[in-house]
């Protein structure tokens, strides 16, 4: 047999998924020249849309109009998206920004307009460019939120307390995320029983149960580094690619996320990769939150998916797979799955730094000298 022969064998047996072009349900596209760059990188990994989360700088903290020097409108940074390239995308959901100025006349203006399909509750101060934000206890019971019940626009919420300790916000017992899921969200929901709710990049089992026991129109996002990796990946060797936030947790927390999407039939959990690029990553005064997984994200969940015990070669392993990555969201969020299809090949592969006209953005695996088990065909 010819090395040519035994190559094409090779290639005949190894494993191919063909799947719907799938939907990145939260992900950061930034702002500026490297905006191309990062919109290709989805692209290039079978992304058929995404919503673009709207901690910019400044905020897209309006519906309409031009930006302005205090913030984005969702129409003027969309546009903005799609002359970079977002024009491609079957579906592009900018979210609101909830900040103090928010108004319930903003929600029903921007709701009938069609340009309002969800909204963005950041804790303050507790991630990115969130020191907009405003506490939940402030929203829970108002106005801005029945606005969003009554027109049926998604509250996307970043499940974290705010403004706790250090010893508060991480311990062997609890952290801001299980304090928000046990004290908040059952407020919330009692407050506002028909609010739909994207329970974003869920980290901990008190997230999971809480999400899976929760109405139908309840669900949660979950990215590929909280499938894969706990707390003793990012502080063994203090492997600062895979600082996020919120912050990777626990063996049972991993387990339970695993768990939740492994679920025969299960409707409430999908892919968001809250993908972040930053060109510097440890900065003088710390380390920027973000894991940038553009490029990679699939074969990230693949890999996570196998490591849960889902052979991926039979029926009932692809269709957990593609219920997570490419059908659930969409259901969610009301859109159809996408028509087209991208393929992965079981095959060794390595992710490759991404150079941006802003500098260069470290992919995840680059970062923790990872070779994937998968490769994109």
């Given at each position: 047999m010819t090395i040519d022969q035994w190559r094409s064998q090779a290639n005949e047996t190894c494993m191919t998924l063909t799947l719907p072009k799938w939907f990145d349900l939260h992900t950061h596209f930034r702002q500026g020249p490297a905006v191309p760059s990062y919109i290709q990188a989805h692209l290039d990994m079978g992304c058929a849309g995404a919503l673009a989360m709207?901690?910019?700088?400044?905020?897209?903290?309006?519906?309409?109009?031009?930006?302005?020097?205090?913030?984005?409108?969702?129409?003027?940074?969309?546009?903005?998206?799609?002359?970079?390239?977002?024009?491609?995308?079957?579906?592009?959901?900018?979210?609101?920004?909830?900040?103090?100025?928010?108004?319930?006349?903003?929600?029903?203006?921007?709701?009938?307009?069609?340009?309002?399909?969800?909204?963005?509750?950041?804790?303050?101060?507790?991630?990115?460019?969130?020191?907009?934000?405003?506490p939940m206890d402030d929203l829970i019971g108002g106005e801005v939120f029945r606005a969003m019940e009554e027109c049926g626009v998604i509250l996307c919420i970043h499940g974290e307390q705010h403004a706790l300790s250090g010893p508060d916000y991480i311990d062997a017992l609890q952290n801001a995320e299980t304090r928000f899921y046990a004290e908040r969200m059952p407020r919330l929901i009692a407050a506002h029983p028909k609010l739909r709710i994207v329970c974003e990049h869920i980290t901990t089992r008190a997230a999971a149960e809480f999400v899976a026991a929760a109405p139908a129109h309840v669900g949660a996002t979950i990215t590929p580094q909280h499938l894969l990796y706990t707390l003793g990946?990012?502080?063994?060797?203090?492997?600062?690619?895979?600082?996020?936030?919120?912050?990777?947790?626990?063996?049972?927390?991993?387990?339970?996320?695993?768990?939740?999407?492994?679920?025969?039939?299960?409707?409430?959990?999908?892919?968001?990769?809250?993908?972040?690029?930053?060109?510097?990553?440890?900065?003088?005064?710390?380390?920027?939150?973000?894991?940038?997984?553009?490029?990679?994200?699939?074969?990230?969940?693949?890999?996570a998916f196998e490591e849960a015990g889902a052979d991926l070669a039979s029926a009932a392993g692809k269709e957990l797979f593609e219920r997570f990555l490419c059908l659930n969201g969409p259901a969610f969020y009301g859109f159809a799955a996408s028509q087209q299809t991208f393929q992965m090949e079981k095959a060794s592969s390595q992710a490759v730094l991404l150079e941006t006209p802003a500098g260069t953005v470290t992919p995840l695996p680059v970062g923790l000298n990872l070779e994937m088990s998968w490769r994109l065909v």
């Open positions: 709207p901690n910019t700088q400044p905020p897209v903290s309006r519906v309409s109009g031009a930006a302005q020097s205090d913030g984005w409108s969702i129409e003027s940074y969309s546009a903005e998206l799609r002359a970079a390239g977002a024009e491609a995308f079957e579906q592009l959901i900018v979210p609101l920004y909830l900040t103090r100025h928010t108004t319930a006349a903003m929600i029903r203006e921007g709701a009938a307009s069609g340009r309002l399909r969800a909204c963005k509750y950041y804790p303050p101060h507790g991630t990115t460019n969130s020191e907009h934000g405003m990946h990012l502080i063994q060797g203090l492997k600062y690619h895979l600082y996020c936030l919120p912050v990777v947790k626990f063996q049972d927390d991993r387990a339970a996320l695993r768990a939740a999407v492994m679920t025969a039939g299960q409707v409430k959990f999908f892919a968001g990769t809250d993908s972040a690029p930053h060109t510097t990553k440890a900065t003088a005064c710390g380390c920027a939150a973000g894991c940038f997984t553009g490029g990679c994200a699939p074969q990230l969940y693949a890999m």
